[in-house]
């Protein structure tokens, strides 16, 4: 397996580029973690996606906007994972707690062997405000399942009108990298 | 654009990675070109500095006159459904360009050691190839009353778009009533090109089985409605496989 992270040269606020490559069948392609930043703005992220035979190479690239009440900040990479229990053949780890547009998430995903088995979010503060209320409530499990049907290898891709959350995905993946996946 | 682009890369027997990664930096490289180019977020943006009435768009740069001639085509596509110079808050091609920026960080993909690929933006795909020679790329499409699960499968022609109320609420602009609306829960549009299938998924979901007529007549583009009952309503060629 070769990972190759490939952070953006460009200088844009809050923009964020990762690829890596997998040249084993059936297994979890991953994007590393990998992020930018400028000195006037904040979020960089990382996603990842999952399959199976197969492999893709996935490359993903995350862009990001800050929303118009944000404050102005700068952000480096992500925090490292927080707990890691392993037990058996599952494992479990919990990403770190993540900024997103709309609150603080965190998420937990499960593994046995290469497969992810459970993507859920170990914690959230959205501040409770409806809008970031209904957001969670709807694009939350769809990026749980995103990455639950991407390893599925029925289908390739999912279409949906989508509300991504960056920090999901950055949390996940700092999740998954504790894995060593 | 404030959104998550996934490209995913099929490659037959290839041992050196090093043309791929230079093809996906250049594919990354577009979408982020897009976002500095149009993301109407951004207020130094030319579309910002075009929506304030400070950039002529002829004297834009070239590629927003491509788009915004993009637009104009979708919106005569569409009989009016998606019309961008419709909104109170100023030109805005926001429900084409991101689909068209898939499409072209896509045509970077290209090469010799890729059988195929996909650009999925936010659940906008464009792809071409398939995971192995003889298939097709299969795509699920979100049911809008639960979206952990999927209305359907379909096969890919070359570019999907969906559009939806269910995830942002009511943020669709009905140019005809002059109001932000949803006629349908989600519409699905499939055809060779995902900037046009982006926007006219747009209009499917504001114009609701009207503009699934429409589709019905065009010979490139197909559609899906999913209504707020549930219930699947499509175009006779659209390809749904299960």
Redesign the interface.
Known sequence: M?R?P?V???T?AG?A?V?S?NSTPAKL?LGSLASSSSGTSSAPST?T?A?SS?P???????????P?TAPTTTTTSAPPVTTTTVSSSVRTAIGPSVDY?FGILSVQVKVTGSKITNVSIASINDGGNY?SV??DQ??I??L??EVM?AQSG???????????S?GF?QSLQSALSKLGL | MGTIVTIDVYRGDCSDDSPLEASLEAAIAILHDADVLFSTWKPESPISRIRRGELDVDEAPAIIREVLEQCGVARSLSGGWFDPWALPSGVDPTGLVKGWAAQRALAALRHDAIDGAIVNAAGDIASFGGPTADKKFRVGIINPANPRSLACIIESPGAVATSGSYERGQHLFDPRRGIFTASVASGTVVGPELGLADALATALVVGGTEVLDILERLDDFEGLVIESGGKLLTTTGFPIVS
């Open positions: 070769k190759a490939l953006m040269m460009g844009v923009l580029g690829l490559f392609t996603t996606t399959s197969p893709p190479t996935t490359a993903t690239s995350t862009v990001t906007t800050p118009r547009n809008r209904s957001i709807q694009a499990p769809l749980e399942q049907q029925n289908i390739q891709s999912i279409s949906g009108a989508s509300y991504t960056a995905i």
